[in-house]
């Protein structure tokens, strides 16, 4: 019951900071909608690979809301569809990339010496190493035509943690010398607990946010492998409607067209205003301080 009452009481409180401001309102609402499309959308909208010679390239319709492709088929379907693998890939990226920058980061900052020396050495290796060229190596050589998603997601992760590493790092640095801290080693409450419930709950805000920008990252990089090809054509997600209206539908040269290579774009861009605008309430949730002010 205490437990339920706690969860209520959060719940409550995160409302009442998304009500606040209607940016975040307006942040929530797109990614819910996201959400469900990715969720229930194919199964109420179905999805057919059936070519159409007749239909074209066909504009916006009540038929068609986001028109045709160089098939004859439904762009909106593809959207729909398109959207529960795109999004499954880069959560688990992202939820990826969270995981390992906390271990590191944190480890390294609340250990120091030589740990914290290693660990640092390996995360500046990694941000020297240009990440799209090394995600070009690893999809060409690991994946192998594998449409798996936490194979292709432990490879996009790969490139994405070293510099959240780094930057939880400085924040443990600045944490580790308060009074709480410093109570909890005289404790000897041990390293994992300090570092699961003292350091972590004081920057779970900027964790967040980095979690759900990690997942724009993710689907730029998954996209970008798309358009060059390396990415296998059995699934259908926005990168791959990207790479066929360059490739096949001639999108960058035709206007009649263009529509086709722009419905992706502005999926993915529309995403990451939701994103943008919603974290704004994470912080502030997270931030008492910040609540007060906006008061």
Known sequence: ???????????????????????????????????VMATVGPEIIPYSEKSNPKEIFLPPSWEHPLGTDYAGRDVLQQIVHGSRPILLVATLTALISVM??????????FKGGIVDAVLMVVVDIMLTIPGFPLLIVLATT????????????????ITSWASLARAIRSQVLTLRERDFIEAAKLLDLGTFHIIIRELLPNMMAYVIINFMLSIINAIYNMVGLFIIGLLPFEAQNWGLMIQLGITHAGSLFSARTAYYLITPIVAIVLLQVGIVLFSRSIEEYFNPRLRGSRK
Do not use: E, Q
């Open 142 to 157: 690991l994946l192998k035509g594998s449409t798996n998603p936490f194979a292709l997601a432990f490879i996009l992760s």
């Open 1 to 35: 019951m205490i437990m339920l009452k706690s969860f209520m009481d959060s719940l409550s409180l995160f409302i009442k900071v998304i009500k606040r401001s209607k940016l975040s309102m307006l942040g929530f609402i797109i990614l819910l909608g996201y959400l």
């Open 100 to 109: 390992v920058a906390i271990a590191v980061g944190m480890v390294a900052g």
